[in-house]
């Protein structure tokens, strides 16, 4: 039998399109030549145009569905994207404190991109407080960054990013796709500051699970082995180009494809 690749476990929950959640998760991890382990974390009832509802999984069985599979399986990294609940959060990050040398790669979900909540304001505290301490790199929009960091809008990136590596996130990458700028600008941070600034042209349609698909992504090549800095350019550019290939089966938004290299 051939050796098995890199293992991501990814914590998430359900998109009935691909588009984003756990689906977009396998996909993406499987596309980067891993292997996908998934816990579901919450039920969504959602289309291309939006979040009609969602149904957390209790912790309990958060719980048990990640030690069962950890106790077989070992894992190279993880992945966080929808937790579901503050107590999805804390249950969560008991696990990785059992693994402690695996990275951690956290897509802080707030809200869909239409602005359907995915958090409240305990979930809020729970991530904060819970999470980010066991988090190599933290991934949100502009607009995620600013309310984690307990900023007002508009407040100043550079200053949020500090905040939140000040709370234990070993590295930040703030996106740029919910601000105003001609290009896209994904800048990476760390206590020490700014490590790297990317800048993408910015694509003419909306698309939905660019930031499940950029999280997974990194957490794939960190799997693999890549260095940090060069795994989250090299997900950016995988990123965009799935983008960049995306598709509109439905009425909404454009989901990406990614799978664009073998079409």
């Not at 994207?81 to 707030?110: E, K």
């Amino acid at each position: 039998m051939s050796s098995s690749p890199p293992v991501v476990l990814s914590f998430a929950a359900s998109d009935p399109t691909g588009g984003a959640g756990l689906q977009a998760d396998l996909l993406t991890i499987a596309s980067l030549g891993c292997h996908p382990l998934s816990v579901l974390t919450g039920l969504t009832v959602q289309d291309t145009r939006g979040v009609e509802s969602m149904l957390a999984i209790e912790p309990m069985l958060v719980e048990r569905q990640a030690r069962h599979v950890l106790q077989d399986i070992p894992v190279a990294a993880f992945k966080l994207g929808v937790l579901g609940s503050a107590g999805n959060a804390r249950i969560i990050a008991a696990i990785l404190s059992a693994h402690s040398s695996v990275p951690v790669v956290l897509d802080p979900v707030l809200a869909s991109g239409r602005g359907d909540a995915f958090a409240d304001d305990e979930t809020l505290g729970a991530l904060r407080g819970a999470l980010l301490p066991r988090t190599t790199v933290l991934t949100p929009n502009s607009l995620e960054a600013r309310r984690l960091a307990g900023a007002a809008p508009g407040a100043d990136l550079h200053e949020c990013a500090r905040a939140l590596t000040n709370l234990g996130c070993k590295h930040v990458l703030v996106t740029g796709t919910h601000e105003e700028d001609a290009e896209v600008v994904n800048t990476l941070y760390a206590a020490r500051g700014v490590m790297r600034e990317d800048r993408w042209p910015r694509l003419p349609r909306n698309y939905h699970g660019s930031g499940c698909t950029l999280a997974s992504a990194i957490a794939a090549l960190l799997a693999r082995g890549m260095e940090l800095e060069q795994a989250v350019r090299q997900a950016q550019e995988y990123t965009w180009k799935s983008l960049a290939a995306g598709y509109s089966p439905g009425h909404g938004q454009s989901l990406p494809d990614r799978f664009f290299g073998s079409r």
